[in-house]
C-alpha cells in the first residue's frame, strides 16, 4: 500500500516535471488549440482527428493527428505553412501562403501540435 502511493506519487511528480518544461509556452499551446479548435480561424477540425482528445464530430478528410510531438518544429511549420511542398497533391490549404494564419498563430498552433502524443 505505503509502495504503491509512493509511486503514484513519483509519477505525479514526473508529470509535473514534464508539463513544467513545456511550461514557458503553455500560453502559445493554450493559444495553438483555441486556433486549432476555432472554425473561423484555423478550423483544423473540420479535417482532423486527434489523439486521445475528445472534438465534436471532427472532419476526416485529413489524417487523424498523432504522434506530432517527435516531429521538428520546422517540418510542423512547412506542413501548415505550405503542405504542397511535401504533398503536391495535399488536400490541406497553405495556411500561412494564403495568409490565413500569421507567423505567430502557426508557432501558436506548432506549439499545440507538439504536445500531440
Ligand atoms: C480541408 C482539410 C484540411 C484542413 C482544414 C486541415 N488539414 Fe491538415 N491535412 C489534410 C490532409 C488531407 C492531410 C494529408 C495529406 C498531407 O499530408 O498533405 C493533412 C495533413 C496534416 C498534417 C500531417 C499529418 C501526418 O501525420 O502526416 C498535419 C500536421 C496537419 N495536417 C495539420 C493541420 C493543421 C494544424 C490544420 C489547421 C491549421 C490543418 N491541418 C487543417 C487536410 C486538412
New binding site residues.
Partial sequence: MQTKKLFLAAAVAAGMVITASAGGNADLVKEGEK??NTKKI???L???AVNGKKIDNP?N???K?QG?SVWPEQA?YD??YN?YT??PI????P?GLNGV?SDHQIKA?VAY?KTIK
Avoid at 90 to 93: E, I, K, T, V
Fill in positions: 486556433i486549432f484555423g478550423n483544423c473540420a479535417c482532423h472532419g478528410l485529413g489524417p493527428l506530432l510542423l506542413k501548415i503542405p511535401t504533398n495535399s488536400a490541406m490549404p495556411f494564419l498552433v501540435l
